[in-house]
């Protein structure tokens, strides 16, 4: 699987922005897909997954009530819809897929990972 992640940019606090992350194969059906970002000089943290078949969603504590994942298995493809961004969400954001179907926040469960897409939150 190769994952391909976009939507980045610079936005100002309270704006929103749209990411996406696109798989090349068709076992994405049955994986588990997360996002994770990694902010200068800090660990990665985990974002937020969703099961493959998009009932089940979990999210980190940073984000919760902001920040909403989904997929479109039409296209392979995963969302994740951030709003009300603040600056400490700045960092590059990667899209992961996990082989399993039970969606987990522990980063060394997800066998492939995207290159990354950098979000800037500031004015």
């Known amino acids: 699987v190769q994952l391909q992640a976009s939507g980045g940019g610079l936005v100002q606090p309270g704006g929103s922005l749209r990411l996406s992350c696109t798989a090349t194969?068709?076992?994405?059906?049955?994986?588990?897909m997360g996002w994770f970002r990694r902010a200068p000089g800090k660990e990665r943290e985990f974002v937020a997954a969703i099961r493959y078949s998009g009932r089940t969603t979990i999210y980190g504590d940073a984000v919760k009530g902001r920040f909403s994942i989904s997929r479109d298995s039409g296209k392979n493809t995963v969302h994740l819809q951030m709003n009300s961004l603040k600056p400490e969400d700045t960092a590059v954001y990667y899209c992961?897929?996990?082989?399993?179907?039970?969606?987990?926040?522990?980063?060394?469960?997800?066998?492939?990972w995207g290159q990354g897409t950098q979000v800037t939150v500031s004015s």
């Open positions: 194969a068709s076992t994405f059906l049955t994986y588990t």
């Open positions: 992961a897929a996990d082989r399993t179907n039970v969606p987990t926040t522990y980063a060394p469960n997800y066998d492939h």
